[in-house]
């Protein structure tokens, strides 16, 4: 059993290709990710940033959430805090906590991200088209761009819309904790 979570990402990311019938290069062409990368990936000799791994998504239909781990076969009511899967990218100061898990059984999942302060996200595809997006601010200020439209939010402010293009998350002087609820 795989336990190294980069290992685990490495195999999730083969298994989902070879379960396509794509080649190395068909997820590169897919993804725009090069193939030496994606090789690399794949043989869990580096860990993807977050900007990588939306491309990955959007090549295979998936939230991110969805990616990093396969849907539970079982409904579980309760994800106690410390079951709740946490996933980092340091360089950036990006952490997201999957607070609801996705389910065969549920369509929304609900995510705790934190963003540090002077901190710029740029995606360039959304993991999923269309996909309904509700951006509950917790602490702090949070400027989002969606498909060219910039939003400034403060503790308290929702955030509702559905994703077709390119955004962005952009922090200031302070760091921001937002909810996101996707479904």
């Not at 193939?35 to 869990?44: G, K, P, V």
């Not at 993807?48 to 090549?59: D, H, R």
């Not at 898990?101 to 609900?110: M, S, T």
Request: net charge negative; proline share 4%.
């Amino acid at each position: 059993m795989v336990r190294d979570p980069d290992a685990r990402l490495a195999e999730r990311i083969r298994t989902l290709r070879t379960r396509q019938g794509w080649t190395l290069q068909d997820l590169a062409d897919r993804s725009s990710v090069s193939r030496a990368t994606l090789s690399r990936i794949e043989n869990a000799e580096v860990s993807p940033n977050t900007q990588v791994l939306v491309k990955l998504c959007s090549a295979f239909g998936l939230t991110l959430t969805r990616l990093l781990a396969p849907l539970d076969s079982g409904f579980q009511a309760l994800i106690a805090r410390d079951e709740q899967t946490t996933w980092a990218d340091d360089d950036i100061g990006y952490t997201r906590r999957v607070v609801s898990p996705p389910n065969r059984d549920l369509a929304a999942e609900v995510l705790r991200c934190e963003l540090r302060a002077n901190t710029r996200i740029d995606y360039e595809t959304p993991p999923v088209a269309g996909q309904e997006h509700h951006l509950v601010m917790l602490d702090g200020e949070l400027t989002v761009e969606i498909d060219g439209r910039a939003y400034g939010l403060s503790q308290g402010d929702c955030l509702r819309y559905r994703l077709f293009g390119a955004s962005r998350f952009e922090t200031r002087a302070a760091p921001a904790a937002y909810l996101l609820v996707l479904g």
